[in-house]
Each structure stands twice: as C-alpha cells, then as structure tokens.
C-alpha cells in the first residue's frame, strides 16, 4: 500500500514538472524571437552600407571594422575588378569621387574615357590599374557633408582583405559577422573580359563560403549575372530593384533622360538584350515569382516600400520649400501609406533589404521630424527582413 506521505510527494513532483513546462516549452512549439513580421521571425539584419560609411571612408577595412563595432551583422563590399584580375572594393569602377588617383602625377595619363551603363564618363578606372597600382591610392569621403579628417589615410582593400576581416571580428566577437557583395556593372566588366561573377565564385570557394549555409549574400542590379551565378552555386542571391526618381505626387519614375546611366531605370544587361521591361516589373506577382526562380529575395530603393510626394501649393511642378531653409530635398516631402510589396514577397518566401538609411536632415522625410530612428521604426514594422544603412549605430539603437 502506498502510503498518503508518498502520494503527496508524487503529485509535489508533479507540479514542480507543470512548472518547469510553462517556463521551458518544447523547443518544436513555433516562437519568433522578434517583435517584427519578418520572414525568418528574426530581427531584420543590419547591413553596413560600404562599412561605417557615414563616419569614415567608404570601403574601407578601418571603415568595415568600425561597422562591426557598431553592432552590424553584415557588411557591404562594392566589387569591381583590376585588369590583372584581382577583387578589389570601390563603390563604381571609377576613382576619382573616393581615391586620391587624381593628386597622383604618375597616374595622370590612365585618365580615359570609357562607356559605363549607356554614359561616357571620362575618370581613371579600376580596370586600368594592377592591384599593385591600386594599393598606391588611398580613399577618401565621399559626401562633403560628412567628416573629411580621415581622408588620405586608409587603403584599398581587396575583397580577399574583406572576407579575412569578417572571419577574424566573427571568431573574436563570437557572432558571425557576414558578407554581402554586390557585382558592380557585371555587364561593363564581362564586355573587357573580366569575369567577375566567376571570380566571385572563385574567392567565395577558396574561404569555404560558396554554399547557401554561408553568412553572405550576393546582390546585383543586372539579372543575367545573378541568374548565372545561381547555375553555378547555391549561396544566397538579392536583385537590387532601382527607379530613376519618385514624381511629385509619389510616383516611381523608370524612364531614365539622356546623358544619365540606364542602370538607374532597368537592368543595363535587359537593355543590352533588347528586353523593353524596366524595374517596376519586379513589383508585379509575375515580377516576383520570375524572381524566385533564381534568387532568395529583393533589394529594393525605401520609395518601393514607403514613397513620397511634394507639396506644390503654387502650382509650379515643383515641390515647395516647406521648412524654409531655401532647398527642396526629402526633408520638404511627406511620405506616402506603404505599398504591399514587403507582404507580396513574403508570400513569395522572398526576403527584403531595403536601402539605402542615412541620418541627415536631408535625407529625411517630413513625418520623421528629423529624427532618424522614426524612419527605421516604419519600415521595421512593415517587417522588413533587412536594411542597408551608412550609420549602424542608429539602426541598432532603432530596433
């Protein structure tokens, strides 16, 4: 027989169990550990736009590292190529608007002038120049707006230099910190025979990271070169969607003028091929599901997302200048309610990287009252999966 003392401390034992269940449940019942609709239910990853590009030179290894400080999970190499072959990180395979090539008297005969997306532009370009040649330069800001104290100091990193970084601030931070590259004009390169989506490949194998598992993702505004890395690799793939300008009543506008890069309106590889559609394709389902074929999502400008109109009270054409200060910029306009794209997407199992987040008063919309943690408040709450930002440290704090 039992006796009324044990009973009692079977069912103590018990209860203890109900308890321990309420505060540990099974780890297969669903849980976001994020206050956010994202796709993943996690938090949308921070992704340092050229590094901490807002407080020091663009692409820089002093830069990329400062971003790692900030709290980044990902940071943004640009990838153009020297005519030896070699990786390098620069925002355009022109150097005159983040180098010092111009002040150098050796290199001033390699100025030329090539055509980049439909623009002849006359600057010094990254393919004229040997890694070695390319290691003599030394970056410098690119807005006059942010601080010009460090320029001249840091040099131009590799993408082998990028990658090494990473690994070395994941092992030492023990948080993975990843990569995400973006092949600049694949279609200007491949044209000079630098193959730069192959040479992509190449890098990513050599480090062990060309597999879907790998913290990188590889991101383009052309199509045909993500569509031909995908036949080649498994790694994580975003189109990049652009627009020209956003209309004063909040429209996109595609339609690119003369004398400006038909990259800004359509993917320069379609315009290469004849192929009439622009960006405003990618906002169709057909967009979208012509999309999931070869990539795990999209990397759209913000105006996709949240667009924004003027106030034309004058009936000029023209935004009005609403705070006074004697210029119109994103401080003068009002944004408009979200479209349904990040939700149409997800449908699709397609994550959204919007870009690009910046603090200036400039750059904000009106709703924001210059305060930019309220910018990236709105798009958090429409569930974006990830952001590019030049200030990491805002984005974090913004969360």
Known sequence: MISKASILFFVGLLLIACDKDKENPIIDQPTSSSKYPTLSGKDPLIVAHRGASGYLPEHTIEAYTKAIELGADFIEPDLVMTKDGYLVVRHEPMLSGTTNVASIAAFANKKTTKNVDGVNVNDWFVCDFTLAEIKQLKAKQAFSERPQQYNELYNIPTFAEVIALAKQ?????????????????????????????????????????NNELAPVYVQSFEVSNLQYIRSKSKVKIIQL??????????????????????????????YLNGDSRDFSFFRTSQGLDFVKTYANGIGPWKPFIISYKGTDANNDGIADD????????????????????????????????????????????RNYSNN????????????????????????????
């Open 169 to 209: 601030k994941s092992s030492q931070l023990g948080k993975t910190i990843g990569v995400y590259p973006e092949t600049k004009h694949p279609a200007f390169h491949e044209a000079l025979n630098l193959k730069i989506s192959d040479k992509l490949l190449e890098e990513l194998t050599s480090v062990g990271w």
């Open 241 to 270: 969607l652009s627009c020209y300008d956003v209309a004063l009543n909040g429209d996109l506008i595609f339609a690119v003028p003369s004398g400006e890069f038909i990259s800004d309106g359509k993917p320069y590889d379609w």
């Open 372 to 399: 930019p943690i309220l910018e990236y408040q709105a798009f958090y709450k429409l569930g974006l999966d990830g952001l590019f930002t030049d200030f990491t440290d805002t984005a974090v704090q913004a969360k």
């Open 322 to 365: 609403m705070n006074a200060d004697g210029k119109i910029n994103d401080s003068d306009k009002d944004a408009l309610t979200p479209t349904n794209l990040i939700s149409e997407a997800h449908k699709r199992g397609l994550l959204v990287h919007a870009y690009t987040f910046r603090n200036e008063s400039r750059r904000l919309l």
